[in-house]
């Protein structure tokens, strides 16, 4: 296992941040942590990059001691953090290549601008960069050490969609070279595609640990029933439909949750047509349980709040 | 390249990519010494104003009127009485000289002959300067008169191997400023890359603190020294202030100084959070020291309860040491005094930077 963490506890003050968690990530491994803010994510995520120290427990990266030999594994992990306003006044193909002298071993960074697709923007200084720009600048200062761990912290957030699947490319590349990737995001889909295991968290506790796939079978075996409507029915009449496992209303967006779909969807159009509401339900379709509805289901929290 | 090497250019490039700190680096000390320059050597030739009423047109008269045309602070302006006090009163002149209508028949009867001399006493420096420079007069041209023999004259020697003017007691001072200025501002990147969190990101690579602080440093060092360097150069060429003394020595206490305020400024600024709030702790020290220390004027214009504070900061020392070594101005203290006053101060600091700088 190239990481293991042991009973891993850290405290601010009173509130614990991280409550006595345990994990393993294989190597070649895309691992995804999931949670919502303040649920210990970070704080994890820190204590076994070497930025933090933890309370107690116990942290082995590639084999080594994270509070014993810090320099060893720092030469071998590449740490991507949010907010990058690095160092305004250079060029990106100077930060990266100060970045790369920090390092015994490096990839060339012309190869880096390569990847991330920054080579066009190579002489512009950092301040004038865009907000993707930046982001992907962020994770190739992260690879520029070809490192055996890569530790990616929300890396598509600001994104548009092009620039999001050409850095999924890029971990899914990584991956093939038997690399590791501990990715944290707040896009569900991201954590379906990319991850083998999630690892959703929550005040400070590893709730849940599985495949994309497993997580929802074992949390989730029913199906959503959606629609918009104006002036969403009360839940406890919604709950009155048979075969509903569960109902949540967002502003205007109903989910209803069923075990036997033609069952719950029959009754509930009968019951919008008697309540007169038949013509007021819009973009009405069922989809398949998302590992967003299992964190929904676990945290209560949707993620992006 | 190493890392070490790599953050120094990376600093170099930002800094010559920013033209604030590139100005307030290299053109601000030079402008300071153009204007203080051009200010203080307007004193080497003053002149005053000086009204003359002369009332006897006899041969004594007119000598001794002659005699004050001629001396060179003077302006004379020969007028009538009550109009030259007017002038006196609204400050156009400086002192009226009266030389009265029977000076040459009292003089030949053998009477003393009064001068008179109008001033205005709130004028403290002007009047003791033209009373006195009178007083020469009268007192040579009664020698003439009565044809008394020389037999005391007093010589001036001074003790300098050349005279030294305002402009070469303030060039050192202009020095030991902008090395005061360049060091204490030495944390302020420091400060600045942790509240944006640049040394966290830092701290996730395997780079020491030490060389981040070290080569910080070395960035502040080679910038003491260009800046020192074109000061001398500026220094020389417009106002032809030589560096009497040791190359070295200037070196090194351009070094020594730079190192002890950057240290100084560490420790000011090792719990400021933000950058603005790093800047008001760093001018709090900075003024008082600036006109405590004497690099501008005298110590001896300090009232005595200050002189204590004069006594600890260490810019008084700076300054003492680039000015007996620059222009062999008078020492306060010895050179090796003022040396190990600056790495006393240097060794103190940094041990308080190391306890308490903070890093997150």
Redesign the interface.
């Known amino acids: 296992m190239i990481i293991e963490v042991e009973h891993l506890v850290k405290h601010y003050g009173l509130v614990k941040a991280v409550d006595d968690i345990s994990f393993q990530v294989g190597r070649g491994e895309i691992f995804g942590m999931l949670g919502p803010n303040g649920a210990g994510k970070t704080t994890t995520v820190e204590i076994i990059?070497?930025?933090r120290t933890a309370d107690s427990g116990r942290v082995s990266v590639m084999g080594l001691d994270i509070s014993k030999s810090p320099?060893?594994i720092?030469?071998k992990i590449g740490?991507q953090?949010q907010?990058?306003?690095?160092?305004p006044?250079?060029t990106v193909e100077?930060?990266l290549?100060?970045?790369?002298?920090?390092?015994?071993r490096h990839l060339p960074v012309e190869g880096v601008l390569e990847l991330l697709a920054l080579k066009e923007s190579r002489k512009v200084?950092v301040k004038n960069l865009s907000g993707g720009q930046q982001q992907r600048l962020s994770v190739a200062?992260s690879l520029v050490?070809d490192p055996e761990i890569a530790f990616l912290d929300e890396p598509t957030t600001g994104l548009d969609p092009q620039a999001r699947r050409g850095l999924w490319s890029v971990i899914q590349d990584m991956q093939s070279k038997g690399k590791t990737v501990f990715l944290t995001t707040h896009y569900m889909e991201e954590a379906e595609r990319l991850c083998g295991r999630v690892a959703i968290m929550d005040n400070g506790k590893i709730i849940a640990l599985d495949t994309p796939h497993d997580l929802i079978k074992n949390y989730f075996e029913e199906k959503a029933i959606e629609f918009e409507i104006e002036h969403p029915p009360s839940k406890d009449a919604l709950r009155n439909l048979p075969a509903t496992t569960n109902i949540v209303i967002d502003g205007t967006d109903v989910v209803i949750y069923s075990d036997d779909i033609p069952d719950t969807m029959s009754a509930l159009l009968k019951y919008a047509e008697t309540e007169g509401l038949a013509g007021q339900l819009k973009d009405l379709h069922v989809r398949e349980a998302t590992l967003e509805d299992v964190f929904l289901k676990l945290t209560g929290r949707r993620i992006r709040e | 390249m190493s890392a070490f090497n790599r953050l120094l250019v990376a600093d170099f490039k930002q800094f010559f990519r920013d033209r604030t700190a590139v100005f307030f680096t290299f053109a601000f000390p030079i402008l300071f010494m153009v204007i203080f320059g051009f200010v203080f050597s307007g004193g080497d030739n003053v002149s005053y104003d000086i009204g003359l009423v002369n009332n006897d047109e006899s041969q004594v008269g007119v000598a001794i009127s002659q005699a004050v045309n001629q001396v060179t602070i003077f302006k004379v302006t020969e007028g009538e009485l009550n109009d030259s006090l007017d002038m006196l009163r609204d400050g156009r002149f400086r002192a009226v000289v009266v030389i009265p209508a029977d000076i040459q028949s009292k003089i030949s009867q053998g009477e003393p002959a009064d001068i008179a001399v109008y001033y205005d006493p709130s004028q403290t420096t002007s009047s003791q300067v033209i009373l006195s420079v009178l007083r020469e007069l009268i007192n040579e041209t009664n020698r003439q008169l009565t044809q008394a023999p020389v037999l005391l004259q007093l010589a001036g020697q001074s003790i300098q191997t050349r005279e030294l003017s305002n402009i070469d007691y303030l060039v050192p001072g202009i020095l030991a400023m902008s090395v005061l200025f360049l060091g204490l501002f030495g944390a302020v990147p420091l400060v600045q890359w942790r509240e944006k969190q640049v040394l966290k990101r830092f701290g996730a690579t395997p780079i020491h603190r030490s060389t981040i602080v070290s080569s910080q440093v070395a960035y502040r060092l080679a910038l003491a020294v260009v800046q020192a360097l074109i000061i001398i150069l500026v220094a020389y060429f417009i106002f032809h202030v030589q560096v009497v003394g040791s190359w070295l020595v200037m070196l090194g206490l351009v070094v020594l100084g730079t190192l002890t305020f950057v240290s100084i400024g560490y420790v000011a600024v090792s719990r400021a959070r933000t950058v603005e709030g790093a800047m008001p702790i760093i001018q709090l020290i900075q003024f008082p020291m600036l006109f405590l220390s004497g690099i501008f004027f005298p110590v001896d214009f300090i009232p005595g309860f200050m002189r204590p504070i004069v006594t600890a900061v260490p810019l008084t020392y700076l300054g003492d040491a680039l000015r007996q070594t620059m222009v062999n101005a008078t020492p306060l203290h010895s050179l090796a005094i003022d040396m190990a006053v600056l790495a006393g101060w240097l060794v103190v600091c940094m041990a308080l930077a190391i306890r308490f700088f903070r890093w997150e």
């Open positions: 990059e070497g930025l320099d060893s720092k030469q740490i953090l907010a990058p306003s690095l160092l006044l250079l100077e930060i290549h100060t970045f790369a002298g920090f390092y015994k200084l200062m050490n």
